[in-house]
């Protein structure tokens, strides 16, 4: 069974920073067709729930409705081609993985000669060149550098990870107002990257592939000029 995806199909993600030329295999197209309408129904499932515009609901319901019948287009054309497609979970861990491989460097900067930022906790735990010359420890901001420097690492750690929430995780954290603006946003950015994706992957005499693109640039397109639609009537209420 055809189940290699390659990195470059892992990394064709919004949440990836930067913008990249992104060359997929056949398979890869397939893989990302599944993926990107298993995350549709996902945030358009949680817009019933955390959305407070009625219509931003309409527009989950639809999205829900229309990426399950194109998810069933590429669910047989997986089939056809012995293609074993996996979970949305499955996806992000490997998504995850090779991030992490791709990224510059490795864990550990400062150890590597990175230079120290001032007033930054040293080897003892001290906030050095902080604090005005002859003040006694703690009379400055009432706090010693140990505690700045330990309230320092714990806004520092729930910021990391923030950041490496994946966007549907952030998203079920918000509600009302707050949601509809990120879903709207998540919906129209998905759209623009992934259209740019698919069109510059076509792949000539494979109609079955070409057909299955282009169900899915139309269904993107028709999303993002609703969600663009209702960005805009926000802007105005």
């Not at 470059?8 to 949440?15: G, R, T």
């Not at 995850?96 to 490795?106: I, L, Q």
């Amino acid at each position: 069974a055809a189940f290699l995806i390659s990195t470059f199909a892992l990394a064709a993600d919004p949440a990836m920073k930067g913008e990249m030329k992104v060359e997929l295999t056949p398979t890869d197209v397939v893989h990302k067709v599944h993926k990107v309408s298993l995350k549709g129904q996902e945030i358009g499932d949680l817009s019933q729930t955390n959305a407070s515009n009625e219509k931003v609901k309409a527009l989950g319901s639809k999205m829900v409705k229309d990426f399950k019948k194109l998810d069933q287009q590429a669910a047989d054309l997986a089939k056809e081609r012995d293609i074993v497609l996996i979970g949305l979970r499955e996806y992000e861990e490997m998504h995850k993985a090779v991030e992490h491989e791709m990224a510059p460097g490795a864990p550990g900067s400062l150890e590597r000669g990175a230079t120290e930022i001032p007033g930054t906790p040293g080897p003892t735990g001290s906030m050095a060149g902080t604090e005005p010359k002859g003040t006694a420890p703690g009379a400055y901001g009432g706090t010693t550098g140990m505690e700045r420097a330990a309230t320092t690492g714990a806004i520092e750690s729930e910021t990391k990870a923030k950041a490496e929430m994946s966007p549907y995780d952030r998203l079920k954290l918000l509600k009302g107002m707050e949601f509809d603006n990120e879903f709207l946003t998540m919906t129209v950015d998905n759209a623009k990257h992934n259209v740019a994706t698919l069109e510059g992957n076509r792949v000539k005499d494979d109609r079955k592939l070409d057909k299955l693109i282009n169900a899915t640039i139309k269904i993107l397109k028709a999303h993002q000029k609703q969600a663009e639609k209702i960005q805009r009537e926000l802007r105005t209420t």
